[in-house]
């Protein structure tokens, strides 16, 4: 299955709470949620060349820093009386080249917003596993007999070591 997110340079506009309720070991009760979230997506950016991101959040936490930006990553909270939905429909119609843009959310007003502009919408779960598959480091391939605990050479296989790289051992008199 070819992944839809694959060296594209599309901007992304993403519903960011929404998606942090996708993510494996990110909870919205976190009081730097919002910076995890960032975080990944910045690495996510990094690794492809091009990518803009737009990230939206409903209001922040008192005392948290709102200056998330940089590294392809532009963050936007949301201020009362609006929440990150009406302010995600806002920028969704200001759009100017929608079918270059693709939103990832799961609520279902922002997504038909952006059906309605022609702009593609991934679901956040969707994109949860992606961004996890990306941002995670593979697991190293364990070599054979990995699994068996390493012990230290003795003395006949050390002097057969060094017999056969020319490192005879020369007697030392007392």
Not at 14 to 36: C, T, V, W
Not at 130 to 141: E, G, H, I, N, Y
Not at 159 to 165: G, K, M, Q, V
Request: charged share 25%.
């Amino acid at each position: 299955m070819q992944n839809p997110f694959a060296r594209s340079a599309v901007p992304l506009l993403i519903d960011g709470h929404n998606l942090i309720a996708q993510m494996p070991g990110l909870r919205l009760s976190d009081i730097d949620d919002e910076a995890q979230l960032v975080m990944l997506l910045r690495r996510y950016a990094a690794a492809r060349r091009g990518r803009s991101i737009t990230v939206v959040f409903d209001h922040g936490v008192y005392g948290h820093s709102q200056r998330l930006d940089g590294y392809g990553v532009t963050c936007s909270f949301a201020r009362s009386p609006h929440d990150a939905d009406t302010q995600l429909i806002r920028r969704i119609t200001t759009i100017a080249r929608p079918h270059e843009w693709t939103v990832v959310t799961s609520d279902r007003q922002v997504a038909q917003a952006a059906a309605a502009r022609g702009i593609k919408v991934i679901d956040s779960r969707t994109f949860a596993q992606t961004l996890q598959q990306l941002t995670t480091p593979a697991p190293r391939q364990s070599s054979a007999g990995a699994d068996k605990p390493e012990r230290l050479p003795d003395q006949s296989e050390v002097d057969e070591w060094l017999r056969l790289f020319g490192e005879e051992e020369q007697d030392n008199p007392a």
